[in-house]
């Protein structure tokens, strides 16, 4: 009789609304508003952009091992479990309650898709919920869907048992490491290798919380700022007790001798290395998500030291680990001394057999770098430092060949999303020509600047910059194209628009420094004058009679105005 009552009543309401359900959508209960009940998602939630998670009944896997009996609240199955003290963070948060964790939820569903968060937070009732975890339609890292975890001292008694760390965690193996990766694979190392180190190393574990909670705070709705400070004073909080971890750390490591770590301690110099390594790059990486932070100088400072202790042994190049921490510094660095200009980092970072992705095309970045920075310090260069447009031209080919055989067995979740890479790699390859062209000034060379010019916008034309897995390489090549755009056409406005759409895709916002300097550098160039104000710089024109951005940077840069590209 019920069930026949049931079927009347969602009859009516069918005939008056279109079908209905007789329960609240799950979302709608959460945000404690009423439901329209329609099927199969509500009004209000498709209004509103938001995932309705539907009327049916979902079962949750919760910790615990058993509900009574000596096993009862316990996370794993054993009842003596090894003491572990947790590391003691340098101001306890509050654990959130309800209120708190339903803003968490709003957030959720207004992030970009690319953030699509899915990590297990506690509800009212302490019960425990956990996402599908999947993203760029690819099956992605769950902390709680690992069994082998429940065993690691940092879920079971450390800084994971609190449910907020456990979100922050799921958010950097779920959204942070697909960005960090020229291309998201099952192979993302950012993913498989940092998650792996972190569950050893508290350091690396509270740097990559401390990652987390920086970026969810920048990507918070600003209607939230309660949460957005929260997340800011979490993201801080982590970092002071992860840097507090690292100089001790510091210290033991350098007070030991090299030959000590076999022997009497039974393991490698690089397993005490590579974790320090690991956190100094996490933070470097964390500090870029604000526009305003000049940490990242810091941690790059420090990561080079680290580095530049373990490649002074080839033993080092012989981990795994070790050669791909190297490899990511070497990527960051590279980056970074296009637009810092002070002395380069010389120091070899890579192996002569690695062939990575852009491997080949930032080794051929950082030698034109250094030879632009030895050439404005006054430095003679050797003959054999000296090129020609032809050759030049011929280095970035082999590069861009080596690029193209890199990733030719990458597994690209779409065809669509390969097409978009391989457009990527044609806009580096002429952001690379043109920032050579500029460096090194080479003579004769407006024909074939004319032709990469018209290359790279034709290519950045089809290359999405708010696509969410090629938005994070987009911002070298766009940067480059904003110094040559020219007002006429409308190059300013695609370039600066595109910019902001691939910081908003990302959630690192870093680039609105290089966007302040470009907008200087265009008013310079409608006004006829560099950035330094002084006309008697005859080597602040490029060839086309233009003020030359290299020049302008550094003029800029001078006054403290610091910036990343990357």
């Not at 690691?152 to 760390?165: E, H, K, Q, Y």
């Not at 987009?474 to 020219?486: C, M, V």
């Not at 006004?527 to 602040?540: A, I, R, T």
């Amino acid at each position: 009789m019920d069930k026949s009552r049931g079927s009347r009543t969602a009859t009516s309401q069918s005939d008056k609304d279109g079908a209905k359900t007789t329960k609240d959508c799950r979302v709608c209960n959460r945000r404690r508003i009423k439901c329209d009940r329609s099927i199969p998602s509500c009004k209000k939630c498709i209004s509103r952009n938001l995932a309705c998670s539907g009327y049916g009944v979902i079962l949750n896997w919760d910790w615990g091992v058993a509900s009574r009996g000596k096993l009862a609240g316990k996370t794993v199955p054993v009842v003596q479990q090894a003491s572990c003290s947790p590391v003691q963070v340098t101001e306890q948060l509050p654990r959130p309650g309800s209120e708190f964790l339903d803003k968490y939820h709003d957030i959720e569903a207004n992030l970009p898709s690319f953030t699509t968060i899915t990590a297990p937070l506690d509800d009212a009732k302490g019960q425990s919920h956990t996402g599908s975890g999947n993203i760029y339609g690819r099956s992605v890292y769950q902390p709680l869907a690992d069994n082998c975890l429940v065993a690691v001292p940092s879920f079971s008694t450390g800084i994971l048992r609190d449910n907020t760390a456990r979100h922050l965690f799921h958010h950097y193996g779920q959204t942070i490491a697909a960005t960090m990766a020229w291309v998201d694979t099952s192979e993302n190392q950012w993913r498989s290798t940092m998650i792996s180190l972190a569950l050893q190393s508290n350091p690396l574990l509270l740097s990559m919380l401390a990652f987390a909670a920086e970026h969810l705070s920048s990507v918070t709705l600003p209607s939230c700022s309660s949460l957005k400070e929260d997340l800011a004073r979490r993201a801080h909080n982590y970092r002071d007790s992860a840097l507090t971890l690292l100089a001790s750390d510091m210290r033991s490591t350098a007070l030991i001798s090299d030959s000590l770590y076999p022997i009497d301690r039974g393991i490698s110099r690089n397993e005490i290395v590579n974790p320090i390594l690991a956190s100094m790059l996490m933070l470097c990486n964390m500090e870029t998500i604000r526009p305003d932070s000049r940490l990242w100088r810091l941690h790059l400072e420090a990561a080079r030291t680290v580095a530049n202790m373990q490649t002074n042994t080839g033993y080092s190049f012989k981990d795994e680990t070790f050669r791909f921490l190297a490899e990511q510094l070497f990527v960051f660095d590279a980056f970074a001394c296009t637009t810092a200009f002070e002395e380069t980092y010389d120091q070899e970072l890579l192996t002569d057999d690695n062939s990575s992705v852009f491997t080949e095309f930032l080794r051929l970045i950082k030698w034109v770098t250094s030879l632009e920075r030895k050439s404005a310090a006054g430095a003679l260069l050797s003959p054999e430092s000296r090129i020609s447009s032809s050759e030049l031209c011929h280095l970035f080919e082999q590069a861009r060949d080596c690029t193209l055989s890199s990733c030719s067995q990458t597994a690209f979740s779409t065809p669509s999303e390969g097409e978009q890479f391989l457009g990527v790699i044609e806009s580096f390859h002429h952001a690379g020509l043109l920032y050579s062209y500029r460096c090194l000034s080479i003579r004769d060379s407006e024909e074939e600047i004319t032709h990469s010019r018209a290359a790279l916008f034709k290519s950045l034309d089809l290359v999405q910059s708010d696509h969410p897995a090629i938005a994070q390489n987009t911002f070298w090549p766009l940067f480059i194209a904003g110094t040559e755009a020219s007002s006429y056409d409308g190059s300013r406005t695609v370039m600066e628009q595109k910019l902001n759409q691939a910081m908003k895709r990302t959630g690192f916002s870093n680039c609105e420094v290089a966007l302040q300097f470009l907008r200087a550098l265009w008013i310079a160039r409608d006004e006829g004058h560099s950035l330094s104000f002084d006309q008697n710089h005859n080597n602040d024109l490029d060839t086309r009679g233009e003020t030359n951005w290299i020049e302008c940077a550094r003029h800029w840069t001078s006054s403290g105005k610091q910036f990343l590209v990357f």
